[in-house]
């Protein structure tokens, strides 16, 4: 890995937060794990590459749904755990089918969530479910 990238502080888990913005909006896309193998990927590649808590292993944002996103710009913060990667994004980032994973608002008066904005694209369809 880039030497520059050595002082970034992983958790216990070796796990890193990553906060995906869209590069041209400022759009806050996702939130993902990154490990130090899927930021190799991604430094590599110009492709975000996550890792999947669940699955226990690397992906490639869009493998399935062809929804990519090429990488602009790293950022860490402060304390230097956390990441904010700019992307170009093709297609929505969402697998729920929704350009941004934040689509649901909450109404503080009544404490319900709202869905805010129209899906981008079936999920059955591309994910064949």
């Known amino acids: 890995m880039d ?3 050595d ?3 992983f958790d216990q888990h070796g ?7 869209d590069a041209g909006s400022h759009q806050v896309l996702m939130m993902a794990w990154m490990n130090r193998d899927s930021l190799a990927r991604t430094l590599k590649t110009g492709k975000t590459h ?3 808590r669940s699955r226990k292993k690397l992906w490639l944002k869009g493998e399935s749904s062809g929804h990519t996103q090429t990488v602009r710009s790293i950022r860490k913060d402060c304390d ?4 904010l990667i700019e992307v170009d994004q093709i297609g929505a ?3 729920e089918g929704y350009a941004s994973c934040f ?8 404490g319900d969530w709202k869905v805010l904005g ?3 694209f079936d999920p059955a369809q591309v994910y064949q479910k």
């Open 103 to 110: 689509f649901r608002q909450l109404n503080q008066a009544d």
């Open 15 to 21: 796990l890193i937060p990553a906060i995906i913005q």
């Open 7 to 9: 002082d970034l502080k």
């Open 118 to 120: 129209d899906r981008v």
């Open 50 to 52: 996550f890792y999947s």
């Open 80 to 83: 230097q755990d956390v990441l």
């Open 93 to 95: 980032a969402c697998h």
């Open 3 to 5: 030497p520059s990238l």
